[in-house]
Nanobody, 124 residues
């Protein structure tokens, strides 16, 4: 079992930055790839970014490429999502998720463990 807890969400103006964190516990964090998903009001949850177990492989959704940076610190059992140049359409609940499989997968079903989410609101 892996427990994931997100933090760092909040309200920010368009063009601003925010960094959210995902603290893992319960199992060896570096056994899992980690991803961020988000869900806006009235919309389905969507993939944002994924980082491999060691951090050597990273993949982004086109909508955030060049603005968001995913990273992890395995010594601290924590993952991060740095969000820059935020837009109102980035407003959503952001979830981190863990996947024991090493094969790149951007679908929700691939991820065994999920956090409870943290709200990010970008005002115009």
């Amino acid at each position: 079992q892996v427990q994931l807890v997100e933090s760092g969400g909040g309200l920010v103006q368009a063009g601003g930055s925010l960094k959210v964190s995902c603290a893992a516990s319960g199992h060896t964090f570096n056994n899992y790839a980690m991803a961020w998903f988000r869900q806006a009001p009235g919309k389905e949850r969507e993939f944002v970014a994924r980082i491999s177990r060691t951090g050597g492989s990273i993949y982004y959704a086109d909508s955030v490429k060049g603005r968001f940076t995913i990273s992890r610190d395995n010594a601290k059992d924590t993952g991060y999502l740095q969000m820059n140049t935020l837009k109102p359409e980035d407003t959503a609940v952001y979830f981190c998720a863990a996947d024991r499989d090493s094969i790149l997968d951007t679908t929700e079903d691939a991820y065994e463990y999920w956090g409870q989410g943290t709200q990010v609101t970008v005002s115009s």
